[in-house]
């Protein structure tokens, strides 16, 4: 072969190779983007938000389900990640986050990928993420949704024969709603409406009796006493209580 050819399939051959590493280099992922990995004797996982993006500074821990407390504790890093050493014991993990919306603080309960309990042996990932509603996995209580305090003002019109629309303009976690939520109570003994997503809403209330004429009810929001003005509507945002717990309350009487 000639000298000067050999050198050029030489050289392009050196090029082809450095550019095929840049590639492989450029498909191959950042190991600081990948899934955590189980470690023998730690629990780990990622913490996300509703739209699947981690939560920094998260705060997880876990607690002995022995007759003995004890626990451990860490926060998410900015990847939303976070591992924790384990002693030798059954245990359970939490997590919660603050997140501050509309001047006030929320505690925000996690929902962990597998509420079960777990040993040092089984070393788990246990992933948790921001959701808006449903009932908490056991031995939590409750539901990741907020309650309203349902009063009876001045009207004998029982509570299950009321009909309650809330819109809301937005959730907590900034995202805009699919449209109205309409509950009405089982019975006239309900005291709350349960499980309906933080955020800042409008709310009417309808008196639907069983074969009779719907009619527009007079609400009144018992926290900020707000009286809806002639279209019957009030605004409604929740108030934070301890342990991950929201709330709101209103009244609806007759004019």
Request: glycine letters at 10%.
């Amino acid at each position: 072969m000639d000298s000067t050819l050999a050198f050029v399939m030489k050289k392009h051959l050196i090029l082809f190779t450095a550019l095929f590493s840049l590639l492989v280099l450029a498909c191959k992922p950042d190991a600081g983007s990948r899934d955590i990995s189980p470690q023998k004797g730690y629990v780990s996982g990622t913490v996300t938000d509703t739209k699947g993006k981690p939560i920094e500074g998260a705060f997880v821990f876990i607690s002995s389900t022995g007759p003995y407390s004890s626990g451990a504790s860490a926060h998410t890093d900015n990847k939303g990640h976070y591992r924790i050493k384990m002693d030798y014991g059954a245990y359970r993990i939490y997590a919660t986050f603050d997140k501050q919306y509309a001047g006030k603080t929320y505690e925000i309960q996690l929902k962990p990928g597998n509420a079960d309990s777990f040993s040092v042996d089984d070393s788990p990932i246990i992933d948790f993420s921001w959701v808006l509603s449903g009932s908490k996995p056991v031995p939590l209580q409750g539901y990741f949704g907020g309650y309203i305090g349902l009063y009876q003002g001045e009207t004998n019109i029982p509570k299950n024969e009321v009909e309650f629309t809330f819109t809301a303009s937005e959730l907590i976690d900034g995202s805009v709603p699919g449209g109205p939520i309409v509950l009405k109570p089982a019975n006239a003994s309900v005291q709350y409406l349960e499980d309906l997503p933080l955020g800042k809403y409008s709310v009417k209330a309808v008196h639907k009796p069983s074969g009779g004429t719907a009619r527009l009810l007079a609400l009144k929001n018992k926290d900020t006493g707000e009286i809806s003005a002639s279209n019957g509507a009030i605004s409604m945002e929740f108030n934070p209580e301890s342990g991950g717990f929201y709330r709101a309350n209103i009244e609806f009487f007759e004019r």
